[in-house]
């Protein structure tokens, strides 16, 4: 990933509230740091959510701790 396409994500990502911008200063230069605003706490919290399922949906019924709508029947670690 260029740097252009860092500074494209990251002002976006500020404009959005996702991320909060701040200004400190090094001796003369001024540099951006970011972090991570309430909105996009959210949005990890959301994404992470769906990563876990999507993880879980192409997990196979043997992996299964047979714990989740997912799987019909029995899953594997359960039914041992």
Not at 27 to 55: C, N, P
């Amino acid at each position: 990933m260029d740097d252009n396409a860092v500074s494209r994500s990251l002002h976006r990502l500020t404009k959005a509230g996702a991320i909060r911008a701040d200004s400190k200063h090094f001796g003369s230069r001024i540099i951006k740091t970011y972090a991570l605003a309430d909105k996009g706490e959210s949005y990890l919290v959301t994404y992470e959510a769906l990563a876990r399922v999507f993880a879980h949906v192409n997990m196979s019924r043997d992996d299964c701790d047979g714990a989740c709508p997912v799987h019909d029947g029995p899953c594997g670690k359960r039914a041992a």
